[in-house]
């Protein structure tokens, strides 16, 4: 992977924005359940929540682009 011919493809964006889009949804619902306030989702959570379901969605339009350069 980091050899001197890697390039990264539009399907190796794709997975990163997804794996990434995953783990910012996991935080910002572990965070309402752990170390959130009494009052719900706030604001800012539906914010990351819905940052997160966009970077999934894009990743996800990435994916079947395959091997093109990013």
Known sequence: ML???FHLTKR???FLAVLIGVGLL???ILYDLFGGSEGGFGPSQKAALALSLV???A?????PLGD???
């Open 3 to 5: 050899s001197a011919d």
């Open 12 to 14: 190796h964006l794709g």
């Open 26 to 28: 996991i935080v910002s």
């Open 55 to 57: 970077t999934i969605f």
């Open 59 to 63: 990743g996800l339009t990435l994916i």
């Open 68 to 70: 093109q350069p990013a």
